[in-house]
């Protein structure tokens, strides 16, 4: 069965680096998403991402965060400049269509902010 | 405004007895999509089942069942004879139509104590 695939698994970076989370989507798919959970906590909608461009963002996807498909494949999180409160499990999700409400989750990056 | 509603936070209970996980969902729009997902101790979102507001049919799936009702906005998950395996965070989550994101409950963690 076809997955959405997440690198790394876990990362640990220092306070006020930049960083990188991947994804790469179901191939056939349209829609792409990334999901934000704190520790014991709920999942939080982050962005959605459309044909190239953000179609829907979060009051928490501030100037700080940015999404990006940089080829046919990956998508991309960047967190610009990290704080202790960017701690957390980042989800990255895509679904088919617009008609298909089939999301598919990743396994998860657990960040880790020192 | 979407909400979903797990008001149990936590529920314990012993191997083989049946438990049940509450859900109650608000929203204005008619047509819409209700979720469960399985948070294991590994972290990442099992998906287990998707029903639209228009089949409030209720589901058997092993084990597993699922209680829809507009009539109270609630979308219950019954566990019968639970097993130590069914130990995980449970999920409830909301879509409505034509809207991008996911709208999740806070969760109830779920311990089958042997």
């Known amino acids: 069965e076809p997955e959405v695939t997440q690198t790394p698994s876990h990362q640990v970076t220092q306070m006020g680096q930049e960083v990188i989370l991947r994804c790469v989507p179901i191939?056939?798919?349209?829609?792409f998403y990334w999901y934000r959970q704190i520790l014991g906590q709920k999942v939080e909608f982050l962005v959605s991402?459309?044909?190239?461009?953000?179609?829907?963002k979060s009051e928490i996807f501030d100037d700080q965060f940015s999404v990006e498909r940089p080829d046919g494949s990956n998508f991309t999180l960047k967190i610009r400049s990290t704080k202790l409160e960017d701690s957390a499990m980042y989800f990255c999700?895509?679904?088919?269509?617009?008609?298909?409400?089939?999301?598919?989750f990743g396994s998860g990056t657990r960040l880790t902010v020192v | 405004a979407q909400k979903v509603t797990q008001a149990q936070t936590e529920i314990s209970v012993v191997e083989k007895e049946d438990v049940t996980l509450d859900c109650v969902y608000e929203?204005?729009?008619?047509?819409?999509?209700l979720f469960w997902y399985k948070q294991p101790p590994s972290g990442e979102l099992v998906f287990l089942i998707r029903?639209?507001?228009?089949?409030?049919q209720n589901e058997i799936s092993g084990r597993y069942s699922w209680n829809f009702q507009k009539s109270t906005s609630s979308f219950n998950f019954t566990i019968t004879a639970s097993q130590v395996v069914d130990s995980a965070v449970y999920f409830c989550?909301?879509?409505?139509?034509?809207?991008?994101?996911?709208?999740f409950g806070q969760g109830t963690r779920l311990t089958i104590n042997p």
């Open positions: 999700a895509s679904r088919k269509d617009r008609n298909n409400y089939g999301y598919t």
């Open positions: 191939s056939n798919h349209l829609y």
């Open positions: 991402f459309y044909n190239n461009e953000i179609s829907e």
């Open positions: 929203t204005r729009d008619t047509t819409y999509y």
């Open positions: 029903r639209n507001s228009f089949d409030e």
């Open positions: 989550a909301l879509c409505i139509q034509g809207a991008q994101k996911l709208v």
